[in-house]
């Protein structure tokens, strides 16, 4: 059995991949461009791809193709109906991360909100050094306890945060942006009243008809002046554009993780954005150490279910 992996530096260059040596003849490529692919795959039984698109026309050249694993949770690289018309499974890995991504939500909230990047250069610069008290309090910085955080995707990544977020005593509320998480144990409510009423809002839904532009200049000025907003989702759920111009204006606090397109483009508005209020990390919330090694994993046993003929 041929095996092809298309972006194995998406897994990161710690990444151990030796047990799909054992499956078949097993070819790395770190990286693959979109004219690339077909060659790529041509004579593959078996793609691995975390974000490589593969097209209909290309299931149709590439005639042993009998299987797609995509090392993601998102499948919106794949032609589902064609690989299904094509009798080609497809087979994804979900809740490998969620761990991981609550974890970067608190890293990025816990570096806006207290000013970790000030104090940080505040000893290195040597002023603490030359203080004349024991401390320096040069950015006041606030207590999650007792603060109201909107969660926007009630799912299964949204219900670990509002666990933790509650842990810190914080006040939890949610959107639900499908309509059907409506039993969560916290309260429901509607878009405006998060916006305009919470301390600390958190995104955590998938990119779709119903979350593209969920957030723009219109709506966010509904935000509480020092609100955190947080998107560890999808970039397009906000109008990068309109947050931009929104944090120019008024004095909130940003974190994000992704991007509309990724790598982030240099024309990104995001990147004129000279403010310490706004922090971007690339798309790194779901890539811890343990995260990667079960996704892996589950492409792995994907494999060899596979062979089994499961």
Same mark, same amino acid.
């Given at each position: 059995?041929?095996?092809?992996?298309?972006?194995?530096?998406?897994?990161?260059?710690?990444?151990?991949?030796?047990?799909?040596?054992?499956?078949?003849?097993?070819?790395?490529?770190?990286?693959?461009?979109?004219?690339?692919?077909?060659?790529?795959?041509?004579?593959?039984?078996?793609?691995?791809?975390?974000?490589?698109?593969?097209?209909?026309?290309?299931?149709?050249?590439?005639?042993?193709?009998?299987?797609?694993?995509?090392?993601?949770?998102?499948?919106?690289?794949?032609?589902?109906?064609?690989?299904?018309?094509?009798?080609?499974?497809?087979?994804?890995?979900?809740?490998?991360?969620?761990?991981?991504?609550?974890?970067?939500?608190?890293?990025?909230?816990?570096?806006?909100?207290?000013? =970790?990047?000030?104090?940080?250069?505040?000893?290195?610069?040597?002023?603490?050094?030359?203080?004349?008290?024991?401390?320096?309090?040069?950015?006041?910085?606030?207590?999650?306890?007792?603060?109201?955080?909107?969660?926007?995707?009630?799912?299964?990544?949204?219900?670990?945060?509002?666990?933790?977020?509650?842990?810190?005593?914080?006040?939890?509320?949610?959107? =639900?942006?499908?309509?059907?998480?409506?039993?969560?144990?916290?309260? =429901?409510?509607?878009?405006?009243?998060?916006?305009?009423?919470?301390?600390?809002?958190?995104?955590?839904?998938?990119?779709?008809?119903?979350?593209?532009?969920?957030?723009?200049?219109?709506?966010?000025?509904?935000?509480?002046?020092?609100?955190?907003?947080?998107?560890?989702?999808?970039?397009?759920?906000?109008?990068?554009?309109?947050?931009?111009?929104?944090?120019?204006?008024?004095?909130?606090?940003?974190?994000?993780?992704?991007? =509309?397109?990724?790598?982030?483009?240099?024309?990104?508005?995001?990147?004129?954005?000279?403010?310490?209020?706004?922090?971007?990390?690339?798309?790194?919330?779901?890539?811890?150490?343990?995260?990667?090694?079960?996704?892996?994993?589950?492409?792995?046993?994907?494999?060899?279910?596979?062979?089994?003929?499961?």
């Amino acid at each position: 059995m041929k095996i092809v992996f298309l972006d194995t530096l998406t897994f990161g260059e710690d990444a151990d991949l030796s047990a799909f040596d054992a499956l078949g003849e097993t070819i790395y490529h770190p990286v693959t461009h979109e004219e690339e692919t077909l060659k790529r795959i041509i004579d593959a039984e078996v793609v691995v791809t975390n974000k490589v698109v593969i097209t209909e026309a290309m299931m149709q050249e590439a005639k042993k193709l009998k299987l797609i694993c995509v090392a993601a949770t998102g499948m919106n690289n794949i032609d589902l109906e064609a690989a299904k018309r094509q009798n080609i499974p497809v087979k994804n890995v979900a809740g490998y991360s969620t761990h991981s991504v609550v974890q970067h939500t608190f890293t990025i909230l816990f570096y806006l909100i207290g000013h =970790s990047r000030y104090y940080d250069e505040y000893v290195k610069e040597k002023f603490w050094q030359t203080s004349d008290i024991f401390t320096h309090i040069g950015r006041p910085f606030s207590e999650v306890a007792g603060k109201r955080w909107g969660i926007i995707g009630m799912g299964h990544i949204g219900q670990e945060v509002a666990k933790v977020a509650r842990a810190f005593g914080a006040q939890i509320i949610y959107y =639900s942006t499908s309509g059907k998480n409506r039993d969560q144990g916290y309260e =429901s409510v509607d878009l405006s009243t998060l916006l305009s009423s919470s301390d600390i809002i958190t995104i955590h839904a998938p990119l779709n008809e119903q979350t593209q532009n969920l957030l723009h200049y219109e709506n966010m000025k509904l935000l509480k002046e020092h609100a955190v907003v947080i998107n560890v989702a999808r970039g397009g759920i906000i109008n990068e554009a309109d947050l931009a111009q929104t944090i120019k204006e008024k004095p909130i606090y940003v974190g994000v993780d992704v991007a =509309s397109k990724e790598p982030i483009e240099v024309t990104n508005p995001l990147l004129d954005v000279q403010s310490e209020r706004l922090y971007i990390t690339p798309h790194i919330a779901w890539t811890s150490v343990e995260a990667r090694k079960t996704l892996l994993q589950a492409v792995e046993e994907h494999i060899k279910a596979f062979q089994k003929g499961l």
